[in-house]
């Protein structure tokens, strides 16, 4: 699988889903279950996509400067401060980390 | 053309959506480069497959498992991005009939642009909302991941700049506002110890696709659901609270005080859109 493989059927998958949300009857998001299973997906993955982003490094799980980082974010998002400004917060917490400890 | 002031204010909350995830592309792009991707690769994924969470998904998963980890990368970004066909189904009866006009709605049916639509009241300031967001967003999503991929050749490792970290804090802000009841929580944590776990064990990348086994079985068999009765309470209170989020979570929630079954998986939909709106990318 070359990278230029990968980036099309990703994207395209990711397009034709979209697709898909407009040939389906409205009346679908109407059943309780899948639009259930559907929203906690996004959950699930968000929040193993934060803890492999914080946690690992290639094969192996460490504590570094990201650990904090994430504190910071999760911080600055429970006193609703914007969006951009976490991120931009978080990613300076771990560079000055990794620059001055 | 006079416009009204609800269209109005669909037009200024879109361009400022547009103008704050436009400044956030850059980090996509430097990240893509740093992942192995080329230029054209990485233009291909902001203007194509154009929904932020998947993107940084795949390039992430890229980064720590190379060409071998594509099958899982792929997997990822396509399971992350399923949430946007709850909203075009969403959007479905919003934006109206002509097939040309369905599929340019489909392509910027994200996030942001759902999250402005359903927060207005008005179905013209809602149809405008979600055209100028939508729009506002692939410019400056385009154009910045472009700089991102030009500049990030010579940034050196992204880490220095904290990057990575600034990537996970972006996924805590789409993940934060959906963590308002016991059921998400669960689901969040369960697919948090599952990932880490799992990551010294198996292949990189496999380990979210695991975790999103944790929301399947929760989410069929409904396991740590709280009775009606107090999902009514969370549920007004969630209206509350979303009152005082961004411009464009505002309305989302207005008309989900009748609290029946139906109006619930309705407002979780909604919320979701609502709350992770500006905050895709």
Redesign the interface.
């Known amino acids: ?15 034709a ?6 040939a ?1 009857p ?1 009346a ?3 059943k ?2 899948p ?27 460490v504590l570094d ?2 650990v904090p ?2 504190l910071v ?2 911080l600055l ?1 429970a006193l ?1 401060v ?3 400004v ?11 980390i ?2 001055f400890v | 053309m006079a416009r009204s002031e609800a269209e109005r204010a669909a037009v200024r909350a879109g361009i400022a959506v547009g103008v704050a995830t436009g400044a956030y592309g850059i980090s996509f792009g430097a990240l893509s480069v740093a992942a192995g991707l080329d230029f054209w690769q990485t233009v291909v994924l902001s203007s194509v497959m154009f929904t932020g969470g998947s993107q940084f998904a795949l390039v992430g998963v890229l980064a720590s498992g190379g060409l071998a980890a594509g099958p899982a990368a792929i997997a990822s970004a396509v399971l992350l991005g399923s949430r946007n066909a709850l909203y075009s189904i969403r959007m479905s009866p919003i934006i109206g009939s002509g097939l040309l006009r369905r599929i340019a709605a489909a392509w910027i049916t994200i996030d942001e642009s759902t999250a402005v639509a359903t927060a207005q009241t008005e179905p013209r300031a809602q149809r405008l909302g979600f055209w100028v967001t939508g729009l506002a967003v692939f410019v400056g999503w385009n154009a910045m991941t472009a700089v991102g991929a030009l500049i990030g050749d010579q940034l050196g490792d992204v880490r220095q700049y904290g990057l990575d970290a600034a990537a996970a804090a972006a996924f805590l802000g789409l993940l934060w506002p959906r963590l308002r009841e016991v059921q998400p929580i669960a689901v969040a944590v369960g697919a948090a110890v599952v990932a880490t776990v799992l990551t010294p064990v198996v292949p990189s990348g496999l380990p979210v696709l695991a975790a999103a086994l944790v929301a399947v079985l929760v989410g069929a068999f409904n396991w740590f659901s709280r009775p009606a009765e107090t999902l009514r309470a969370a549920a007004s209170a969630d209206a509350r609270a979303g009152n005082r989020d961004t411009a464009a979570g505002t309305a989302a929630e207005a008309p989900d005080s009748s609290g029946s079954a139906e109006s619930d998986t309705d407002r979780s939909i909604a919320t979701g859109a609502g709350h992770a709106g500006e905050e895709d990318r």
Not at chain 1, 7 to 13: G, M, N, R, T
Not at chain 1, 17 to 22: D, E, H, N, P, Q
Request: charged share 10%.
């Open positions: 699988m070359t990278a230029w493989h990968i980036v099309l059927l990703a994207s395209i998958a990711c397009a889903i979209k697709l898909i949300g407009y389906v409205p679908v998001l109407e309780p279950a639009a259930r299973i559907a929203n906690l997906l996004t959950v699930a993955l968000l929040s193993a996509l934060i803890a492999v982003q914080t946690l690992g490094q290639a094969a192996t799980i400067a990201r980082a994430l974010a999760a998002f609703r914007p969006f951009i976490v991120v931009i917060a978080a990613a300076a917490v771990a560079a000055a990794r620059a």
